[in-house]
C-alpha cells in the first residue's frame, strides 16, 4: 500500500478574530480544506502563512494565519515554489473556545505520483 499523504504538522489559527472566519464560521467544518499563502507584505511576521478559505461562489476570505515560530519552515517552503505539495484541512472546531484556539489546522504533505 502506496501513502498518499504524510503527516507535516498541526497547528491553531492564530489571528482568527481580527480576519474574516466570523464571515463565513456556519460553513467551517472538519475536514474544509483551506489554502496556505505566504504572506510577504506581512509587517508583524517575517514568516507569515496566511490561511485562506474559498466559498461555493469563488469568493476567498483570510481566516488568520499560521503561529508565528511554527510557520518558517513552512514559509520557506511556500516561497520555493512548493506550495502545491501541502494540503492543509480543518481538523477540529471548537467554538467555545478561546478565539485563538477554535479552530485546529492539520497539514500533510502529498505524494508526488510522478515519483512512484
Not at 506550495?83 to 478561546?98: D, L, Q, V, Y
Not at 485546529?104 to 497539514?107: A, C, G
Not at 508526488?112 to 512512484?116: P, Q, V
Given at each position: ?68 515560530g511554527e510557520n518558517e ?27 485563538e484556539q477554535q479552530i485546529?489546522?492539520?497539514?500533510k504533505i502529498r505524494r ?5
Open positions: 500500500m502506496v501513502t498518499k499523504k504524510v503527516f507535516f504538522m498541526d497547528c491553531h489559527l492564530a489571528g482568527r478574530k481580527y480576519h474574516d472566519a466570523d464571515e463565513v464560521w456556519d460553513e467551517l467544518k472538519v475536514g474544509t480544506i483551506v489554502e496556505l499563502r505566504r504572506d510577504l507584505e506581512n509587517r508583524f511576521d517575517g514568516y507569515a502563512v496566511q490561511v485562506v478559505y474559498t466559498d461555493a461562489d469563488g469568493e476567498e476570505f483570510c481566516l488568520g494565519y499560521v503561529p508565528s519552515d513552512l514559509a520557506n517552503f511556500l516561497e520555493m515554489g512548493w506550495g502545491k505539495i501541502f494540503e492543509a484541512r480543518i481538523s477540529r472546531i471548537i467554538p467555545e473556545a478561546h478565539p485546529q489546522l492539520t497539514i508526488n505520483e510522478k515519483l512512484s
